[in-house]
């Protein structure tokens, strides 16, 4: 809680008029005057006690009985709303009585401090909506009636169920007026902690930017319009001849000029389709010994026709970018399969009938080739529309145990898809899900009290058509839509992942080595540099001086450490300017990996920012990476 005034460190449970008494568990537990109901307040993870006002009959506050405060009551007696304010406030914040005559929540009758109308407890907490029937409690707390003396009824516990208040209220307990019951105020549990990443996942995160290759035998096909042509279950055309081996004949096929592009882009990792839905391999797939099966649509069978596979891996390793690969597999027209169904549509010539069980082994085989020629290799690996064959888990955990994945069975090392190609996903985005069927992390924007942390990816193209490969009339995105999708990704808790559509001729197209070089040099020299920076130690606020006499400012990029999970739910800033007064610059809700937080209005001249965590996940104090403020208005324009 922001506000106490740290003591020396001591439990007890302070009751008005009387003396502290001990106890093991509870922080502070609060009950007061003669009145048709009494509250009980008890505060998670605080070792020390808070100042309270006693609320005497005829409404006035006395003296605190407790020294060292930051919380005040206001209020009448009678069964009339209680009101909490911080210490300094001018203005009660909007609190709730459960009357135990009437079993019904009062409904409050006094001012609701706070933007948007919500009604805030300790620390700024939201405690419930002014306009909510019943008010919300908070998450994972304990509401229990105290109608007799047998002890505590559980009570109307949904009330407490995705609140936006958890980790600082521990528990609220309503009782008739008198003493306090005995044992009332025993030892709870600490709330649990967030789901932690692996070291992997946690590896992912930092690269932030990442570039999806794009390139199949349909790039190539000049004349076929649809870059979709070949996905039988997604958009795709039917009943086409399947084109020869022969047709992939890329005139100026360039893999240095692949990579040479993402390091313009700034992205430090890149995902090659080496198969997309064709089926053609571009690599010389050979399956035969392991599925009995002549594996024919491949570079092997394509004259003149390199190892794609092999040229990528060897050109990201001289440009210093990690690896990842995309492998369709529930597309391919080579063998007649859409969503993941072999005779899904009517054999086309060229295609290939083979029943689902022998699909199945094709398909493990190959992406076991793949992956063990290149053991340990591959940063990320794609299983576009989901994987549950098996098999393919066993092969990941020999080959590739450090990629993590997008749409894999594994849990351990997966990611999930934003939920829009659109680049400009709806946020909040979290680093924590809930899992979905199959054990697959749900797509999204997430779940800040999810159990799986499976950060997001947010794949999107650079074609004003969302076109994946390249074709004549191929559009592209203006930089200012490319520059809000770098906002709303990476500047929202979510990697970017970018496409290039290669050419056919097997380059990239100069329009988009153009943009990828205008976004690259954007977002360095917008982010590359800070009015100032700071590595905070942990803790739930952090205050960052600014140089000389004051700067110019328009933001701040906030990281948490999530090593040990995500923990910010809420947060707000404030910013001081000369003079020493405090201005409010906005407030939200997910961090993770990294937040950039625009104020409403430029700051011309700000000496300090400051962010306080007003909810957090868990028990330990908030862990932090950076925080940094930009003069947005000088560097990004």
């Known amino acids: 809680m922001s506000g106490a005034v740290r003591r020396r460190r001591r439990r007890h449970c302070a009751r008005r008029g009387g003396a502290g008494k001990k106890n093991n568990g509870w922080a502070l537990c609060v009950w007061g005057p003669p009145m048709a109901t009494l509250i009980l307040f008890a505060a998670c993870n605080v070792t020390d006690p808070y100042q309270l006002f006693s609320l005497n009959a005829d409404s006035t506050i006395s003296a605190p009985a407790f020294p060292g405060s930051c919380v005040a009551f206001s209020g009448s007696p009678g069964g009339s709303p209680l009101y909490l304010a911080p210490c300094n406030a001018s203005v009660p914040t909007q609190a709730w009585v459960y009357n135990t005559t009437t079993t019904s929540i009062l409904n409050p009758t006094g001012s609701c401090a706070g933007p948007g109308g919500a009604c805030l407890s300790w620390s700024g907490m939201e405690f419930g909506a002014c306009a909510s029937t019943p008010p919300a409690l908070g998450v994972g707390c304990a509401l229990s009636a105290w109608p007799t003396k047998e002890g505590p009824t559980p009570w109307n516990n949904a009330l407490l169920a995705n609140s936006p208040a958890e980790s600082m209220l521990q528990a609220l307990y309503a009782h008739p007026a008198g003493p306090s019951p005995s044992g009332l105020c025993a030892a709870a549990a600490p709330p649990p902690p967030p789901p932690v990443p692996t070291a992997d996942i946690l590896a992912w995160t930092e690269r932030e930017i990442g570039m999806f290759l794009c390139f199949d035998m349909i790039s190539v096909l000049i004349s076929v319009p649809n870059a979709q042509h070949f996905c039988l279950g997604v958009g795709g055309d039917m009943g086409f001849p399947l084109p020869p081996p022969s047709a992939y004949a890329p005139a100026a096929l360039d893999t240095d000029s692949w990579l040479a592009a993402a390091v313009a882009l700034g992205a430090k990792y890149t995902i090659f389709v080496a198969q997309h839905c064709s089926g053609f391999s571009q690599w010389p797939s050979d399956i035969l010994a392991a599925t009995g099966f002549n594996y024919t649509y491949s570079t092997a069978f394509s004259p003149g026709a390199p190892n794609v596979?092999?040229?990528y891996v060897a050109s990201s390793k001289r440009a210093g970018i990690a690896t990842g690969l995309?492998?369709?597999?529930?597309?391919?027209?080579?063998?007649?399969?859409?969503?993941?169904?072999v005779g899904f549509a009517p054999l086309a010539p060229g295609q290939v009938n083979v029943s689902q069980e022998l699909y199945n082994r094709v398909a493990v085989a190959q992406m076991t080739e793949l992956w063990?020629?290149?053991?340990?290799?591959?940063?990320?690996l794609w299983f576009d529309g989901g994987d549950d064959l098996p098999g393919v888990n066993d092969a990941i955990a020999r080959f590739q145990p450090q990629a993590v994945y997008?749409?894999?069975?594994?849990?351990?090392?997966?990611?999930?898809?934003?939920?829009?190609?659109?680049?400009?996903?709806r946020g909040p985005v979290w680093s924590t899900t809930d899992e979905a069927a199959g054990g697959q992390p749900a797509a999204g924007a997430g779940n800040p009290q999810g159990a799986l942390f499976s950060p997001a990816e947010t794949d999107t193209t650079l074609s004003r058509e969302d076109a994946w490969f390249w074709k004549p009339g191929y559009s592209y995105r203006s930089l200012p839509d490319l520059q809000q999708a770098y906002h709303d990704s990476v500047g929202a808790n979510s990697n970017l992942l970018l496409n290039l559509a290669v050419g056919a001729d097997g380059g990239v197209p100069a329009p988009a080595q153009a943009l990828?070089?205008?976004?690259?040099?954007?977002?360095?020299?917008?982010?590359g540099r800070a009015a100032a920076s700071v590595a905070p130690p942990p803790g739930s606020v952090v205050t960052l001086e600014l140089p000389g006499s004051?700067?110019?400012i328009d933001r701040v990029v906030a990281m948490e450490d999530q090593s040990a999970g995500e923990q910010v739910l809420a947060y707000s800033v404030s910013v001081r300017v000369p003079g020493g007064g405090w201005l409010p610059a906005g407030e939200g809700s997910a961090i993770g990996h990294k937040r950039i937080h625009f104020f409403p209005a430029p700051v011309p001249l700000a000496t300090a920012v400051r962010l306080n965590v007003t909810a957090a996940r868990g028990a330990s104090p908030v862990a932090w990476r950076a925080l940094a403020a930009i003069d947005g208005v000088a560097q990004c324009l």
Do not use: I
Request: net charge neutral; aromatic share 16%; glycine share 14%.
């Open 406 to 425: 997008l749409g894999g069975s594994m849990k351990q090392n997966n990611l999930r898809w934003v939920g829009t190609e659109s680049g400009h996903p």
């Open 550 to 552: 004051g700067v110019a």
């Open 309 to 311: 596979v092999e040229s």
């Open 372 to 380: 063990s020629r290149y053991p340990g290799e591959f940063s990320e």
């Open 516 to 527: 990828y070089q205008a976004l690259g040099d954007w977002v360095r020299r917008c982010y």
């Open 326 to 341: 995309y492998y369709s597999l529930n597309e391919n027209y080579y063998l007649n399969v859409g969503h993941g169904r």
